[in-house]
């Protein structure tokens, strides 16, 4: 996972100068769950293929360049990147809805985490 890559990637899009703005989010793992019970490690999981179904739809939205995502699987740490999402498109408005719409959607229905 590497989000400067990411960001790279998404410049060299065809439709690159179209774009008003790039909007990513770096998902980390928190020290304290929802809860505030302190949280050693966290144990993720994602569903590739729903993934790959949420960020095609994502890049149908109105005014949407591209849209790449990347969870990373495994056992993570308190601190360590867990996601990230990187949106590019025309407008603000038209880019934070779908990075707000992406990130809640993976988390819901792509990544499975266990905490302990």
């Given at each position: 996972m590497d989000l400067t890559n990411m960001v790279k990637m998404v410049k060299k899009h065809p439709d690159y100068?179209?774009?008003?703005?790039?909007?990513c989010h770096n998902?980390?793992?928190?020290a304290t769950s929802r809860d505030g019970n302190p949280v050693e490690k966290l144990e993720v999981r994602a569903d590739r293929k729903r993934l790959a179904e949420i960020i095609s739809r994502m890049k149908k939205r109105r005014g949407i360049i591209e849209v790449l995502a990347e969870v990373?699987?495994?056992?993570?740490l308190p601190g360590d990147d867990i996601m990230y999402v990187v949106v590019a498109g025309d407008f603000r408005e038209n880019v934070?809805?779908?990075?707000?719409?992406?990130?809640?959607m993976i988390k819901k229905d792509v990544t499975k985490k266990s905490e302990s």
């Open positions: 100068h179209k774009a008003g703005m790039i909007l998902g980390v793992v928190r990373k699987e495994g056992t993570l934070f809805e779908v990075l707000m719409d992406a990130v809640n």
